[in-house]
Each structure stands twice: as structure tokens, then as C-alpha cells.
């Protein structure tokens, strides 16, 4: 069991069973509670759906049906990505009748797949989030070439590899990686049997060599990381804030001598495979 500090939060995984924990905001050691309702109430009609995070299984959390209930009475409409570790029936029906798209993440696992099946059979909208580090990418290419993910899926989405968090470094995509390189120049052609999806950390490697893809179909990064009280200001406030327009100034300003800036626009400064090649 691997347990993680950081800030406010305790975050614990298992890699035998890929069993995740992550508590809430901690305050002298008990969780501070949730502020969700008020977020939606702000968001109505100011957006149209929330991605429910929280890492791990958003459909094991112990309000889940208020938090889905909650969405859909702000007019919001929630999707999420799970591990698909404690997913069933009545869940996946849950899903049907409140979410727009529900994305399982690949981990290999039986319990990845019957995930899928139980969202499938109860129709819903179901996508495969792939995580493309160093030791998969070989991997996802067989897969779509040989059609090995399960027949009725939306979609895959091919999520890069990031150094943070519990991302070891050894795992980054480099310049030089030749399976990258094969897999985007196979991503595009009419061969491929699913729709196929990229993250935005992936758009600047697709901007300078995005081989069969359309450039004109990638979007972007709107370019704000901080944390603020949302019992002192509102999410209006904090949009419009000092803080929002300074972090996305720094980030307009750098690469200033690329030529294909204008596409790539706002990105994480982090995310190493797309500082190599700018």
C-alpha cells in the first residue's frame, strides 16, 4: 500500500488491487466537508456539464446519487471518469438516467472490463481513458490495430503521461520515443475501428507533427491552476480574478519565437513532452 502527503489531502493506492483512496480537504485531521451544491447553484447556466473528479471512483463516493441529483437540478449534466473497481447494475442504471458520458479508466484489470460491460448493457455513453507513458504505447497501438477493446464503446481517449502527482519521470514520452511517433502516425487513418480522443497536454506534440490528424479539430487549454475559498469569493470572482489573467499572461507570453504558437496557445508548462517540442 502506497500512502501519499500532500497538502491538504491523504491519498492511499493499492498496486495489487488497484484500490484508491483520497480523503477531502483535511482541517487538524477531519474532513472540512463539501461546498458542491453551492458550486452548482453558481454554475447555472454559466456551463452546461461538470466532469465529477476526486480521483478514483467518483460512483463510490457516499452522496453520489445527491451529487447526480444535485447536477441535473442546477440543469448541469455530470460525466466521470471511474477505475470501475466497485461499478454495478444499479449504478450503471444510475449513470443512464443523470450522465452525459462516463469514461472507465484501462487498467487491464477483469474488474476494468465488466465495468464497461454494465455501462454498455445499461446504454450508457461509454469511453476508455488510456494513459500513454513510455511502457504502454506499443500496447495501445496493438490494441486499436487488432480491435482488442470491447465492441460498443463511444470512444477512446489517450490521456500523456504527466511527472506529477504519483507520475514517476522514468514513464515520460521523450522526443526520441520512435512507438509515439508510429502510434500518431497511425491515429487518423480510416482503418482505425474507434473514434479516437487526446487530451489537451497532448495538442502541442499533435500541433508540430500530428501526422493523419486534422489540426483544425484540436482544442485547448484555458490555462488556470490555483485553489480559492469559495466561501469568500464566488466562482465569478475567481474567474475574473487578477490571479486567472496573470497565469494566463505568463503563459501567452512564452515560446514567443514558435511559429505554430498561435495553435498551441495556452499550455501546462510540466507536461515535458510538449516543453521538448516546442
Given at each position: 500500500m502506497k500512502i501519499r502527503r500532500e497538502?491538504?489531502?491523504?491519498?492511499m493506492f493499492d498496486e495489487y488491487t488497484g484500490r484508491y483512496l483520497r480523503t477531502g480537504i483535511l482541517k487538524d485531521g477531519v474532513e472540512t466537508g463539501e461546498d458542491f451544491k453551492e458550486?452548482?447553484?453558481?454554475?447555472?447556466?454559466?456551463?452546461?456539464?461538470?466532469?465529477?473528479?476526486?480521483?478514483?471512483?467518483?460512483?463510490?463516493?457516499?452522496?453520489?446519487?445527491?451529487?447526480?441529483?444535485?447536477?441535473?437540478?442546477y440543469e448541469i449534466v455530470p460525466n466521470f471518469t471511474t477505475l470501475g473497481f466497485g461499478m454495478t447494475k444499479e449504478t450503471a442504471q444510475l449513470c443512464k438516467e443523470y450522465c452525459g458520458v462516463v469514461a472507465v479508466s484501462w487498467y487491464r484489470n477483469e474488474y476494468t472490463v465488466r465495468a464497461i460491460h454494465l455501462l454498455l448493457e445499461?446504454?450508457?455513453?461509454?469511453?476508455?481513458?488510456?494513459?500513454?507513458?513510455?511502457?504502454?504505447?506499443?500496447?495501445?497501438?496493438?490494441?486499436?490495430?487488432?480491435?482488442?477493446?470491447?465492441?460498443?464503446?463511444?470512444?477512446?481517449?489517450?490521456?500523456l503521461h504527466k511527472p506529477v502527482g504519483l507520475g514517476e519521470h522514468e514513464q515520460m514520452v521523450a522526443r526520441d520515443n520512435k512507438d509515439f511517433w508510429e502510434f500518431i502516425e497511425y491515429i487518423g487513418n480510416e482503418e482505425v475501428p474507434y473514434k479516437i480522443g487526446f487530451d489537451l497536454c497532448t495538442v502541442p506534440a499533435l500541433v508540430h507533427h500530428p501526422g493523419n490528424i486534422d489540426r483544425n479539430s484540436l482544442d485547448t487549454c484555458e490555462g488556470a491552476r490555483?485553489?480559492?475559498?469559495?466561501?469568500?469569493?464566488?466562482?465569478?470572482?475567481?474567474?475574473?480574478?487578477?490571479?486567472f489573467h496573470s497565469f494566463q499572461n505568463h503563459l501567452k507570453s512564452v515560446c514567443a519565437g514558435c511559429e505554430k504558437r498561435s495553435l498551441c496557445m495556452i499550455r501546462m508548462p510540466e507536461v515535458t513532452l510538449e516543453r521538448i517540442l516546442m
Open positions: 497538502k491538504e489531502f491523504i491519498s458550486i452548482a447553484r453558481q454554475c447555472k447556466g454559466q456551463t452546461y456539464q461538470f466532469a465529477l473528479g476526486g480521483c478514483g471512483d467518483p460512483d463510490q463516493h457516499e452522496n453520489f446519487i445527491d451529487i447526480l441529483k444535485v447536477c441535473r437540478e445499461s446504454g450508457v455513453k461509454t469511453n476508455i481513458h488510456y494513459v500513454l507513458q513510455k511502457s504502454s504505447i506499443s500496447e495501445a497501438l496493438e490494441n486499436l490495430k487488432n480491435s482488442r477493446f470491447p465492441k460498443g464503446i463511444n470512444a477512446v481517449v489517450f490521456l490555483w485553489s480559492v475559498d469559495l466561501r469568500k469569493y464566488t466562482i465569478k470572482e475567481a474567474w475574473e480574478s487578477e490571479a
